[in-house]
Nanobody, 117 residues
Framework: QVQLVESGGGLVQPGGSLRLSCAASGSIFGYNVMGWYRQAPGKERELVAQITRGGKTSHADSVKGRFTISGDNAKRTIYLQMNSLKPEDTAVYYC???????????WGQGTLVTVSS
């Protein structure tokens, strides 16, 4: 059974940086894509960034140039480096894994990021 555990959230001032990590337990050798989503209070969950098993990345327009997704298949971990944080980046950030052949869509428990002075 695949489980995802996020870490790295916290309180940061505007303009600051944080690095989120998402570690997967269990075998994920055949997954298709992992990603980061976020959900702000009163808003729908939105895609922030994705990385395929082959390393291809994509980022939402709202975070391009500020956030960078990366991954380490050997460690079964993905990261989200967040720079130049803004108050509107405040949200619970969730890690997600899609494995189409096994019809798996796994979510982590979320980690809170608060950007405030």
């Amino acid at each position: 059974q695949v489980q995802l555990v996020e870490s790295g959230g916290g309180l940061v001032q505007p303009g600051g940086s944080l690095r989120l990590s998402c570690a997967a337990s269990g075998s994920i050798f055949g997954y298709n894509v992992m990603g980061w989503y976020r959900q702000a209070p009163g808003k729908e969950r939105e895609l922030v960034a994705q990385i395929t098993r082959g390393g291809k990345t994509s980022h939402a327009d709202s975070v391009k140039g500020r956030f960078t997704i990366s991954g380490d298949n050997a460690k079964r971990t993905i990261y989200l480096q967040m720079n130049s944080l803004k108050p509107e980046d405040t949200a619970v950030y969730y890690c997600n894994l899609l494995w189409n052949d096994l019809n798996l869509n796994v979510w982590g428990q979320g980690t809170l990021v608060t950007v405030s002075s």
